[in-house]
């Protein structure tokens, strides 16, 4: 059962806090002071409310001296900027009075399910650690990282296929880790003490790929000087991993199709054939069964190659993985940087668990490291990740707003709104026959941005008619 403690001096607002949590199922502990709150071991509680202003020391002190205890602060409204002074300072998050009992359920929630996942990282990190002398470069989980379902999922069907030699065409997104999986199926064969060798097809010229692939023979061409041996006869004995094959020319497709039909390879200029012992595997982010019907990719040549299917899911398939992944690249960014000290903001971490990440894990890894390069202090804030929101997150970018007024021409005119324009018509339209809770839903925004945006734009909140 987690357990909560409350500094609050007003005994009012104290006893209510506790008889709600308690009700939740949570263990609570509460106090009136900074000084009577240090009675207790800060450090053995899952999280801290705290009022921002109390007797004696404020609040936010309990930010230094519980370093490992989240602590959440509350605050009126006229104290908001105290507030985002106080989350600058380490605050997990602040809640404006007056506050209802399903917005603090909410908060406290996230906090706590927040604390378990980070808890569940560092608890990865120290397992990955004591296991890495036993497991390393032997099972997908030390070469990719992934706790979901579905990269679990994949996981699985690793260690099943790797060991066979059946060829395998990995599909995937661009930068969800096609190579590492390649390099996992490589590692878990009995192959494994042979190369891996490894061909982008999408960055060779066309010109030179079918000589990089089954090599050439002196004189085949202008400009060979000298016999060469292609990466398919380097791959001898070990695999062949070819990224974005859906980018081979017609030729390299022909020429390829007889390597995995009758196992050896010809080289340009040569009248010779050579026996080789490859494990094929293949990747691409395009799909390879629709290129078959436009006749831009070898039907034959896919059949042989989709023999075994792994696929790899996209990042915002991966909500359980994302915060870990960016914790684990800000560890290693950070260590290699030497600022070992960074963190992340909370509006960082909403930042990142919000983002859609059309670019995958790569883009994950590419915008902490340019924030870890840009970061001045040792907070990580949304403007360093520089990720220029999502334009198909609506909730955010209704929150976010559009400052800007637009003049309203009538019911008929939304098309001309802006986005405060919406809100505040939204609002009024239909809070007669509307909760807060079904508002805030249709709107697709917490019941507390709606709150901080009925005070900003100045709408009242409908009272009830027992009120």
Not at 140 to 157: H, W
Not at 280 to 300: C, I, P, Q, V, Y
Not at 374 to 380: A, R, V, Y
């Amino acid at each position: 059962m987690p357990r909560i403690l409350i500094v609050e001096d007003e005994h009012i607002i104290r006893s209510a806090v506790r008889k709600m949590l308690t009700h939740a199922g949570y263990d609570v502990t509460d106090a009136g002071s900074v000084e009577e709150a240090e009675e207790h071991d800060l450090g053995s509680f899952d999280l801290i409310i705290s009022d921002l202003r109390l007797p004696g020391a404020p609040g936010t002190e309990l930010i230094r001296r519980a370093p490992v205890t989240p602590v959440l602060i509350m605050t009126s409204y006229a104290s908001l900027r105290s507030a985002v002074d106080s989350m600058k300072l380490g605050a997990v998050e602040y809640i404006a009075k007056p506050f209802d009992h399903d917005e603090m359920l909410a908060l406290v929630t996230t906090i706590l399910e927040r604390r378990s996942t980070l808890a569940a990282a560092d608890d990865s990190r120290a397992v990955a650690a004591k296991t890495t002398h036993q497991a390393a470069d032997s099972d997908p989980a030390s070469i990719m990282f992934g706790q979901c379902e579905p990269m679990q999922r994949v996981f699985t069907l690793i260690r099943k296929v790797a060991p066979t030699g059946t060829t395998v065409l990995i599909q995937g997104e661009s930068g969800t880790g096609k190579e590492l999986a390649a390099r996992a199926l490589h590692l878990l064969s009995p192959r494994a003490a042979a190369p891996l060798i490894s061909v982008n097809c999408a960055a060779i010229p066309e010109s030179l790929i079918e000589s990089e692939l089954f090599g050439h023979e002196k004189g085949a061409f202008t400009g060979a000087v000298n016999a060469r041996t292609g990466l398919i006869e380097a791959a001898n004995g070990g695999s062949l991993f070819l990224d974005e094959i859906g980018e081979l020319p017609a030729e390299a497709q022909s020429r390829l199709l007889r390597v995995l039909q009758e196992g050896e390879i010809r080289k340009v200029g040569s009248t010779q054939s050579i026996k080789v012992n490859v494990r094929m595997l293949a990747a691409t982010h395009r799909n390879l069964k629709a290129m078959t019907r436009s006749g831009e990719f070898r039907e034959d040549l896919f059949y042989r190659l989709n023999v075994m299917q792994v696929r790899i899911p996209p990042l915002r398939d991966r909500q359980g993985d994302i915060l870990i992944l960016a914790l684990r690249f800000l560890k290693r960014q950070g260590a290699k940087m030497g600022k070992p000290d960074l963190q992340f903001s909370t509006d960082a971490v909403r930042t990142i668990e919000r983002h859609r990440w059309p670019g995958n894990v790569r883009e994950l890894e590419n915008a902490i490291e340019r924030a870890t390069i840009l970061c001045d202090s040792e907070l990580i804030t949304p403007a360093l990740l520089d990720l220029n929101g999502d334009s198909d997150y609506i909730p955010e970018t209704l929150v976010a707003g559009n400052n800007e007024q637009t003049h309203v021409q009538g019911a008929g005119s939304q098309g001309d709104l802006s986005l405060e324009d919406y809100f505040q018509h939204f609002v009024l339209e239909n809070q007669d026959r509307m909760s807060e809770t079904e508002l805030a839903q249709k709107l697709g925004i917490s019941r507390k941005s709606l709150w901080e945006r009925r005070q900003r734009l100045g709408i009242p909140r409908k009272k009830t008619s027992g009120s």
